[in-house]
């Protein structure tokens, strides 16, 4: 894929679940400034270093996703209900044992950051969907709750988190730890 669908590719899809996460007037006009902020250089793409996403124009609830090293992953902005509903889950319980505060940055757990592939087969799940208000996966019906983990199989594992880190309080970078 060349630096130039890649971008494409990046556009089209920040576009797709900006207006599908959030139907409301104002999407479009913070979309594109975004998207042009977010779009790395191709010097940046070919060398796989890291890629910074302007987190301000992501409102709350919404779930936006990009592309590093040819990976798609989500960035999801978590409401204080989709915070809680994570945090009070019997851990013990689940498939893939995980607390919610090991899959988010200390003070930052309104950013959930998981690639965006199914553990399954690798399909791209759906967010704000399922039993959990997480994520659904639509090829076999796995199921994710708000912390990415996963809630209903065929998919072994939660959703895995790539490496980043915050610059800021409003510039996530994707390839750091
Ligand atoms: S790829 Fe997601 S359930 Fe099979």
Same mark, same amino acid.
């Given at each position: 894929?060349?630096?130039?669908?890649?971008?494409?590719?990046?556009?089209?899809?920040?576009?797709?679940?900006?207006?599908?996460?959030?139907?409301?007037?104002?999407?479009?006009?913070v979309a594109w400034p975004?998207?042009?902020?977010?779009?790395?250089?191709?010097?940046?793409?070919?060398?796989?270093g890291p890629i910074e996403?302007?987190?301000?124009?992501?409102?709350?609830?919404?779930?936006?996703?990009?592309?590093?090293?040819?990976?798609?992953?989500?960035?999801?902005?978590?409401?204080?209900?989709?915070?809680?509903?994570?945090?009070?889950?019997?851990?013990?319980?689940?498939?893939?044992?995980?607390?919610? +505060?090991? *899959? =988010?940055?200390? %003070?930052? !757990?309104?950013?959930?950051?998981?690639?965006?592939?199914?553990?399954?087969? #690798?399909?791209?799940?759906?967010?704000?969907?399922?039993?959990?208000?997480?994520?659904?996966?639509?090829?076999?019906?796995?199921?994710?709750?708000? +912390?990415? *983990? =996963?809630?209903? %199989?065929? !998919?072994?594992?939660?959703?895995?988190?790539?490496?980043?880190?915050?610059? #800021?309080?409003?510039?996530?970078?994707?390839?750091?730890?």
């Amino acid at each position: 894929m060349t630096s130039h669908e890649v971008a494409q590719s990046t556009r089209r899809d920040i576009l797709q679940l900006g207006t599908a996460a959030v139907a409301a007037a104002g999407v479009a006009a913070v979309a594109w400034p975004f998207i042009d902020q977010m779009n790395p250089d191709a010097a940046t793409i070919a060398s796989g270093g890291p890629i910074e996403l302007d987190l301000a124009p992501i409102a709350q609830g919404q779930i936006v996703r990009i592309f590093w090293r040819g990976k798609p992953i989500f960035v999801r902005h978590r409401t204080p209900d989709e915070i809680a509903a994570a945090e009070k889950v019997d851990v013990a319980a689940l498939m893939d044992p995980q607390p919610d +505060s090991a *899959r =988010v940055k200390p %003070g930052m !757990a309104q950013w959930l950051v998981v690639y965006a592939s199914c553990t399954h087969l #690798g399909c791209i799940p759906l967010g704000h969907q399922g039993d959990w208000n997480g994520w659904f996966c639509p090829c076999h019906g796995s199921q994710y709750d708000t +912390s990415g *983990r =996963v809630r209903k %199989g065929p !998919a072994p594992t939660n959703l895995p988190i790539p490496p980043y880190s915050f610059a #800021g309080d409003a510039k996530l970078v994707v390839g750091v730890a």
